[in-house]
C-alpha cells in the first residue's frame, strides 16, 4: 500500500496589507485597502480590519470606498512584495525542494520525504510558520493534507495565523461539515443548482449517488465533485518551471492621450521586463505589444527579435509595434510589453570567467541592476523616462 502524501498549502495573511502595516506602524489596527478608490481600480488585498465591512480583493474600488469610507487606500508596492516573496521562497527550500508557487504569497509544498528530518507534517508546518515569523515578520496560514485540495481548504479555515491539520483517512469527516462554496470549481451559478438540489454541504454531496448527482449536474462536473467531496485528489505537487514568457502591463486611471505618454510607459514596462529576464538568466526571442482603447478593443502585435535581455532593445520593438497598432487617437486605456519564445541567455554575460566581455552596455545595465538590489526598483532609470506609474495609472510629475 502506498504511504500517504504530506502536503502543505502555505497562504500568507493579507499579504500586501499586512506588509503596509508591518512597514508603517501607524497603520497596524487600521482598514488597509491595497488598491484605488476610482472606477477602474480594484482592491488588491484588505486587512483584516478592513474585510469586517466586507472589502475583499478584486472587490471595485469605488465599491470598497462605499463599504469603508474610513479606509486607508495605498498604491501597490510590487518591488517590496516580489523581495518578501523572495524571502519567503527561501524559507520553504529549507524543508522541500518540492514546491509548487500560486502566486507571490502562497504555494504548496510536498514534505512527504522531509519527515525524516523535520517531523511529522504538523510539526514542520510549526517549524515553517516560525521560521517566515523570524524573517518576515509576518505571519502564514498553513493546512496539512494529503492532497492538495485538502490541504488548501484546511490553510483557509482558520486565518489569520491558522494551523489545520487533517490526518489521512478523516478526509470526509473533515469536509463533511463545510458549505459547498468550499469544493474547487462551485461557482455562484453551481451552488444555486447544489442549493436547490437540497445540497448545501460537502457532506449531502457525500451521500449522494453518483448517478443522482450527474442527473443535477452533467456528468464532467458530478464526477469532479464526487471525487472531490471524498477528499480525494490525485494531482502532484509540480515544482516550477521556467516560464514561457514574462511581461507586464498597467491599465491607466485616465486614458493616456499622446505619443509621448504611450511610448514613455512602454519604456517602463520594457525596464520591468528586460530586468525580470537578467534575473531568469533568459533572452527573449519575440517581443509582444498589448494596446487597449477606451472601448475596450484590443489589438496584440509581436515581433521576432535576435534573443535579447535589453530594455533598450525591448522597447525599440514595443515602440514600433504600437505605431503600427495604434493612430494616436482615441487614447489608451492599457498598454503590456511582454518577452516571449524565452531561450537561455548567452554566454558572455557579466561574471563569466571565460566568456566574451561584455560590452558598455551590457555592463550599464549591470550596474542598474546592482543599484536595484541595493536600492529599490525606483532607484534609477533609463533616461527620458519621465513619469512612473502605478498599476492603476501614471503619476504625473514623479
Request: net charge positive; proline share 6%.
Amino acid at each position: 500500500m502506498a504511504t500517504a502524501r504530506t502536503i502543505l498549502h502555505a497562504d500568507m495573511d493579507a499579504f500586501y496589507a499586512a506588509i503596509e502595516q508591518r512597514d508603517h506602524p501607524e497603520l497596524r489596527g487600521k482598514p488597509v485597502i491595497v488598491g484605488g478608490d476610482q472606477p477602474r481600480t480594484v482592491v488588491s488585498t484588505a486587512s483584516y480590519e478592513a474585510r469586517r465591512f466586507g472589502v475583499h480583493s478584486a472587490m471595485p474600488g469605488v465599491q470598497a470606498r462605499r463599504l469603508c469610507p474610513h479606509g486607508i487606500f495605498l498604491p501597490p508596492r510590487m518591488d517590496a512584495y516580489v523581495a518578501v516573496s523572495q524571502q519567503i521562497r527561501q524559507v520553504f527550500e529549507l524543508f522541500t525542494d518540492q514546491i509548487e508557487p500560486l502566486s507571490l504569497d502562497e504555494a504548496f509544498l510536498d514534505v512527504t520525504g522531509s519527515q525524516a528530518l523535520f517531523g511529522d507534517g504538523e510539526a514542520i508546518a510549526q517549524r515553517l510558520k516560525a521560521e517566515v515569523l523570524a524573517a518576515t515578520r509576518l505571519t502564514v496560514s498553513v493546512g496539512v493534507a494529503s492532497s492538495k485540495y485538502v490541504a488548501k481548504v484546511a490553510s483557509d479555515l482558520r486565518k489569520p495565523d491558522g494551523l489545520v491539520v487533517v490526518p489521512p483517512g478523516q478526509e470526509r469527516e473533515f469536509l463533511a461539515p463545510l458549505p459547498v462554496a468550499r469544493l474547487w470549481g462551485a461557482g455562484p451559478k453551481t451552488q444555486q443548482v447544489l442549493q436547490r438540489a437540497r445540497l448545501a454541504k460537502i457532506g449531502d454531496i457525500q451521500q449522494q449517488p453518483l448517478a443522482e448527482l450527474t442527473r443535477v449536474l452533467g456528468e464532467h462536473m458530478a464526477v469532479h465533485f464526487h471525487t472531490l467531496a471524498r477528499g480525494e485528489d490525485p494531482r502532484a505537487v509540480e515544482p516550477e518551471r521556467q516560464a514561457k514568457s514574462i511581461g507586464h502591463e498597467l491599465t491607466f486611471a485616465q486614458d493616456l492621450q499622446t505619443r509621448d505618454e504611450v511610448e514613455a510607459i512602454l519604456l517602463q514596462l520594457a525596464e520591468a521586463v528586460g530586468r525580470r529576464l537578467r534575473q531568469a538568466g533568459v533572452s527573449a526571442t519575440t517581443v509582444r505589444l498589448k494596446l487597449r482603447l477606451p472601448d475596450f478593443t484590443t489589438t496584440l502585435r509581436q515581433q521576432k527579435v535576435a534573443p535579447t535581455q535589453d530594455d533598450l532593445e525591448l522597447h525599440r520593438t514595443a515602440v514600433r509595434l504600437c505605431r503600427q497598432a495604434w493612430s494616436g487617437r482615441p487614447g489608451v486605456r492599457l498598454l503590456g510589453v511582454t518577452a516571449a519564445e524565452l531561450v537561455p541567455a548567452a554566454t558572455g554575460r557579466q561574471g563569466e570567467l571565460f566568456g566574451e566581455p561584455p560590452d558598455k552596455h551590457t555592463r550599464v545595465l549591470a550596474a542598474m541592476d546592482a543599484i536595484r538590489d541595493r536600492f529599490g526598483e525606483k532607484a534609477i532609470r533609463h533616461g527620458g523616462q519621465r513619469r512612473t506609474s502605478t498599476p492603476f495609472g501614471p503619476i504625473e510629475g514623479a
